[in-house]
């Protein structure tokens, strides 16, 4: 009988490393099965960490390989705030990137940049904004700069930490909200 029953207990430790896995599985399948028009956290992310049991905020990895002179957004979510990041290849061929809210208009919920040629325009007040002046002017009406001490720049990556995103969030309070 007590070998019974330490089978028993053997077969139940194995079902329950066997439920963990396939739970741990499911997330990872579903956290990389994301591959839409604009990139998720999630498939750009490769810092998650576990800690007690918990998921934490990733950074943001943006692989360089993906920027052209067609912007690219990066919807990210800090701390519940909605965010996204734009990165772009300016015409001299360097990587810049920015929040894709405007320094003026964020506020108004539709201070968001689209891409018009080789400008971004604010959907909330029409300024168009050169590729060439992303993350080069602070201030005034044009995409907030994500400047070089606010990232690490490789070779392959741009990443952005989940602590800058979160001290940044408060920019994005009404974005992308309907009136």
Known sequence: MKQNRKGNERKSVSAVKTAAAAALAVFVLTACSFNTGTKTQETQSSKTAIESGSIQAADLVIPVSEISDK???????????????????APDGTI?????????CYDSGRGYY?????????QNCGNRFPMSR??????????????DQNKTVTDESIT?????????????ANWKKSY
């Open 96 to 104: 810049r990137t920015a929040f894709n809210t405007c320094q003026v």
């Open 114 to 122: 689209k891409q018009d040629g080789d400008e971004l325009v604010c």
């Open 134 to 147: 992303v993350e080069v002017e602070a201030g005034g009406c044009n995409p907030w700069p994500i400047f």
């Open 160 to 172: 952005i930490s989940s602590d800058f995103l979160k001290e940044s969030r408060q920019i994005f």
């Open 71 to 89: 912007v690219t957004f990066y919807p990210v979510e800090a701390d519940g705030t909605k965010m996204e990041i734009l990165a772009v290849k």
